[in-house]
């Protein structure tokens, strides 16, 4: 099935660095959403973005949606420890019926912070 | 306010057996939602049900079948297992209409 490109698979930071990480498609999202997994856990979801062009803000977590409709980034601002974890993105289209429908995700990345 | 609840939470089986998983949603969530997410891979969803009924179907063999039950709850049943069958299956809820999946912690199949 399709997945959104995310790359690279792995990223490597220090403690307190910035860190950004991008998705694309080749096909248009009406929502874009970001995801953190920890091991032996679901997704948990981050932000959700609902309009193309909009920036918002949770915490140190800053996502964007690209005015394209096939792009978003994430901005982890002063990472912590805590912050590793596999960061997925998911796009979502809404149906004509207005029903919620499926989530397509990307690879992920997988982030690790050195103290 | 309990989460989204899987079980069980891992299961071995052999080559050709039958599996069924189990999802209970958030409370006041009425959909349900299932992901196969293989080793290293984002999840993929199988399907979903909505008012008892398979809503969307993602590219996945009739051998996967699922059912809602009125409480809202959801299993997931898988036929003839195969080897490439062993993933994390992830169960998802949301209130129709409104925005935003709960994911549940899956259930970890490994088929052998």
């Known amino acids: 099935g399709q997945q959104l490109n995310q790359s690279p698979q792995s990223m490597f930071i220090q403690e307190g660095e910035?860190?950004?990480?991008?998705?694309?498609?080749?096909?248009?999202?009406?929502?874009?959403?970001?995801?953190?997994?920890?091991?032996?856990?679901?997704?948990?979801?981050?932000?959700?973005?609902?309009?193309?062009?909009?920036?918002?803000?949770?915490?140190?977590?800053?996502a964007q949606f690209g005015i394209t409709r096939k792009d978003s980034f994430l901005n982890i601002s002063a990472s912590i420890p805590s912050d590793v974890g596999i960061y997925f993105c998911a796009g979502q289209r809404t149906l004509y019926t207005g029903a919620n429908s499926k989530l397509t995700f990307g690879k992920g990345i997988t982030l690790s912070v050195r103290p | 306010d309990a989460g989204v609840t899987q079980s069980p939470t891992h299961l071995i089986k052999t080559r050709g057996q039958q599996v069924t998983l189990r999802c209970s949603p958030k409370s006041g969530h009425d959909t349900v939602s299932w992901y196969q997410q293989a080793l290293g891979q984002g999840p993929q969803f199988i399907f979903q049900y909505y008012e008892e009924e398979e809503r969307q179907r993602g590219n996945f063999p009739d051998r996967f079948s699922g059912h809602q039950f009125p409480n809202y709850s959801s299993e997931l049943n898988v036929n003839a297992l195969l080897l490439g069958d062993s993933a994390l299956y992830l169960c998802a809820s949301s209130a129709q209409g409104a925005g935003g999946y709960t994911f549940g912690s899956g259930t970890r199949l490994t088929v052998v």
Not at chain 1, 26 to 44: A, M, R
Not at chain 1, 47 to 56: C, Q, R, V
Request: hydrophobic residues 35%; proline residues 4%; charged residues 15%.
């Open chain 1, 18 to 62: 910035d860190v950004s990480m991008n998705c694309t498609s080749s096909s248009i999202f009406n929502t874009w959403l970001w995801y953190k997994q920890d091991p032996g856990e679901g997704p948990v979801l981050l932000i959700a973005l609902y309009k193309a062009g909009e920036l918002t803000s949770n915490g140190r977590l800053t």
